[in-house]
C-alpha cells in the first residue's frame, strides 16, 4: 500500500507539465521559416529571372546554352531559338535549353582567338 500512494502522488504532477501545442510545433516552423528564406525563395527568384532572361531573347543577340555552345541567335520562333556557332554553321535550340546572353561582341573575340 505504501509504494501504491508514492506511484499516485508521482504520476499527479507531470499530467501538468505538457507542453503547449505552440511550444511543440515552434522548432518545425522555425526550421521550415529558415530552409524557405535560405532554400526556396532564391531558387523561385533565379526562375523568374532566367524566364524573363529567355523571353526577352532576340535575333543577333549572342547566348551560351546549358551544352555549352556558344552562338549568335540567327531567327527566334515560339519554342525554338536558331543560332549560328560558326560560319555557315547554324543549330536549332530549345529556347530553355539557353543558360546566359553574352554581351555584344563576345563570339567575335572567340574567333578571333
Known sequence: MFFISDAM??????AAQQPSLIATFLPLILIFGVMYFLLIRPQVKRQKELKKLVES??????????????????KVTEAFLIIEVADNVTMVVQRNAVATVMPKGTLKDTREA
Not at 9 to 14: I, L
Open 57 to 74: 531573347i532576340e535575333k543577333g543577340d549572342e547566348i551560351i546554352t546549358n551544352g555549352g555552345l556558344l552562338g549568335r541567335v540567327v
Open 9 to 14: 502522488a508521482d504520476a499527479a504532477p507531470t
